[in-house]
DNA sequence: GAGTGGTCTAGACCACCTT
DNA sequence: AGGTGGTCTAGACCACTCG
């Protein structure tokens, strides 16, 4: 009696699941439309959407708004710990990266920021837009607000390379420690309709506050990506306070 | 003609936000009943559903199989990097921990930890399952493996307390370096039982390598943390890969 | 314009939890 | 036993995308 009567939307999930181990379903490629497998599995929309709505959780499919479901790809392997340029880390996996710049302008500082940057109240910050892709699909919204001092005229500069560069060879600054943040929430606004997401899926926020050369806070940086898009990974050599015998041998 | 009609789970979620962040709802306690708030603005139980599902991939509510939804208590805050114990980290945060053992087998090696932990195929290791909760509400699932050569008759030890300590005292191993990997994924099969979620509800898979004072691999955790108990904060002193120039000035 | 997902109605029965 | 969420039916209209 324990015994759990399988649901239909168990059953569709089942199937899809094994059709995607199989690669009869391919990276990429759109799923047939919700009505088409309702009717295949003889069943209403709302049911298959159920099933689907599963899936995406696990990040083996992704929506796009009124577009339809597509077959996700590989997660990217992304350490924020590293100052690593997105295209290089993109191209490293063997994927395509790109770029695009949404905006660039003076903001009154977002009060969560106050506290995490250590801002006096209503300063001003410059704010940077952009959503990043790989292999063509959005998966990445980034919003960087920086100290206005440090960077003099950072609007006339190309803004959709590597900040990181433009921030050593135009203005000499040099990341030092950053302190992050990574939390499971939903998306909103902008960033939900960049990354073509229904407003309220989840997604994975990772604020970044970074200092540099000199440990003074120069920018802090808002992520959003999609949940299926990335897989953080941390190489940690354990800072052990106290004890000083990281580096004996086995 | 760009303006967004207004959908009624739109109004939901809005309402629900503000009761919400009013304190009129007070975290822990119950909502209304999904027919009762479905009466309440005068929609089906699908258009309430729709708006609550939102609320939880925002961690603002969770859902408990069966029993109703609730009001989400805030996130822990956890660096997986420090190796502080559990029931410690909770009270330094105001909260109350406990540990549950689930229960501590000798297993084959699960595939996926095969390469992970560098074993040879058909490795036996020893599992120990536990569920960790905050506040009475079990919020993260955990299964260790360890290799069983460094750890014999742990299964007779008290597996309730933090193992960090136990490997310690009983063992004389020191957590060195550790690799970790965060995962935005769906909960399956006993960690969705565990945790009393649906299975396919958002969780983060917090999967860590630990390495002894003598750099040998000595176990790996694979943590499920319901995706709205948990924030996690990593601060990085910067080791500097390769370049040497981090400490030149400006 | 045809097709897609987004949203919604108005019910229903079941399994499980609580009392 | 009564109430709850879990699942499901069989439709409907709308907004948007795409060819």
Redesign the pocket.
């Known amino acids: 009696m324990g015994e759990?009567?399988t649901?239909?939307?168990a059953t569709i999930i089942h199937t899809l699941r094994q059709q995607l181990a199989s690669q009869a379903l391919v990276p990429g490629n759109k799923?047939p439309?919700?009505?088409?497998l309702a009717d295949l599995f003889a069943?209403?929309?709302?049911?298959v959407?159920?099933a689907l709505h599963t899936l995406e959780a696990e990040g083996l499919i992704y929506?796009e708004?009124?577009?339809?479901?597509f077959v996700s790809r590989p997660r990217l392997v992304y350490n924020p710990a590293s100052r690593s340029h997105f295209h290089t880390l993109v191209a490293a996996q063997n994927r395509v990266a790109s770029t695009r710049v949404l905006g660039c302008e003076t903001v009154l500082a977002p009060a969560e920021l106050v506290p995490e940057m250590a801002l006096a109240p209503l300063s001003r910050l410059t704010r940077i837009r952009r959503v990043r892709s790989i292999d063509q699909r959005p998966v990445l919204y980034v919003e960087h607000y920086l100290i206005p001092d440090y960077f003099p005229a950072i609007a006339d500069q190309d803004l959709s390379q590597s900040l990181t560069r433009l921030y050593e060879i135009q203005y000499g600054l040099h990341y030092g420690r950053s302190r992050f943040d990574i939390c499971p929430t939903a998306a909103c606004g902008e960033a939900a309709r960049t990354l073509s997401l229904?407003e309220g899926s989840p997604v994975l926020a990772v604020t970044r506050v970074n200092y540099d050369q000199h440990g003074r806070i120069i920018d802090c940086d808002r992520e959003i990506w999609r949940h299926d898009a990335v897989r953080i990974r941390i190489d940690s050599h354990q800072r052990n306070s106290g004890s000083p015998g990281s580096r004996s041998g086995s």
């Open positions: 759990q009567r649901t239909q939307s799923l439309a919700e009505r088409e069943t209403t929309r709302i049911t959407k159920e929506r708004e009124r577009r339809g479901w229904a």
